[in-house]
């Protein structure tokens, strides 16, 4: 059975302004997720800011999410890292935190061989009982899992039953549904792709947009799990214009700049993170508007 189905937040790690982890805002902000018909939390991934938290703080989010949700919906830990035995010990502390699955990213830096990836990716998948999403997004990392490779994992090892999609190919999408015979939960990893992809078999997308619309996303999500895909697509094409403002600069910058705008004062990035450009800014909030969605700056 799969870990989720529809609308996953990639959601935010709101900080204060001394670069401190918000946590009674993390709350806040998970309760409106639920509130809004958001089917996952997925915590400490990209949008998360996981790569500037320490690992104590990594494991902390982590636990406050899970003790935060109350298991009403899934939460998923992202968990990968460069470094095989990092992957592992973070997978562990997910598990231990109560977590419903992992996303693991492809090791970055490294760029791993295709048998580097088997290798890392089996390692973690022995290591732990918790199910995992393999995450693969190599406009970041600089590695790209090969769809034979996602064919091999998943048929090897039980726990390795998803994937966060986020290349931007349907064509190779589309291969690594047909070598792996049913046995992979595909995740959009492009907001602006969802419907495509859920097209030819994915079960919904993690998504930076739920963090401002989460029910929009969440809808569209369950219209084409539904079969309605004219509904579903009116719903992807009337966020075309928020979701090219949110990736107008490297993600979390847009998708922070744009919570404060709404007022969920989720607080300033991390170093070597910066504040958005001020007109790219002032765009962004103007197609919010245009959105529906409420903007109180």
């Known amino acids: 059975m799969a870990i989720f189905k529809g609308a996953g937040v990639a959601i935010v790690t709101p900080m204060k302004e001394n670069l401190e982890v918000n946590y009674d805002k993390l709350d806040e902000m998970i309760q409106y997720q639920i509130d809004n018909g958001t089917d996952c939390i997925v915590i400490t991934g990209t949008t998360g800011e996981s790569s500037t938290l320490t690992m104590e703080e990594h494991a902390q989010v982590i636990r406050a999410a899970v003790e935060m949700t109350k298991h009403r919906i899934p939460v998923v830990a992202g968990t990968g890292s460069n470094c095989t035995a990092t992957a592992i010990q973070l997978t562990n502390d997910a598990y231990e935190a109560g977590c419903e699955g992992a996303l693991v990213v492809t090791p ?6 295709q048998k580097g990836l088997i290798s890392h990716y089996g390692k973690i998948a022995d290591s732990t009982k918790l199910p995992i999403i393999m995450y693969n997004v190599p406009s970041r990392t600089g590695c790209n899992i090969a769809p034979q ?8 090892y039980e726990n390795i039953v998803g994937i966060k999609e986020a290349t931007g190919n349907v064509a190779q999408a589309v291969t690594m549904m047909d070598l792996c015979d049913g046995k992979l939960d595909m995740y959009s990893g492009e907001d602006g792709i969802v419907v495509p992809l859920m097209s030819i078999g994915a079960i919904g997308v993690i998504s930076v947009w739920s963090n401002l619309a989460p029910q ?30 949110l990736f107008s600069e490297v993600n979390p910058i847009p998708v922070k700049r744009a919570l404060n705008a709404m007022g969920f004062e989720v607080g300033p990035l991390r170093s070597p993170l910066t504040e958005m450009d001020t007109e790219l800014a002032a765009k962004m909030i103007q197609i919010m508007k245009d959105y529906g969605l409420k903007v109180v700056e």
């Not at 970055?108 to 061989?113: C, G, H, L, R």
């Not at 509904?231 to 090219?244: E, F, M, T």
Request: charged letters at 30%.
């Open 108 to 113: 970055y830096y490294n760029k791993a061989t």
């Open 149 to 156: 490779t996602v064919a091999t994992l998943v048929k090897e």
């Open 216 to 245: 929009d996303v969440h809808d569209m999500c369950m219209a084409a799990l539904d079969g309605d895909y004219k509904k579903a697509s009116k719903l992807q094409l009337k966020g075309r214009a928020l979701v090219d403002a």
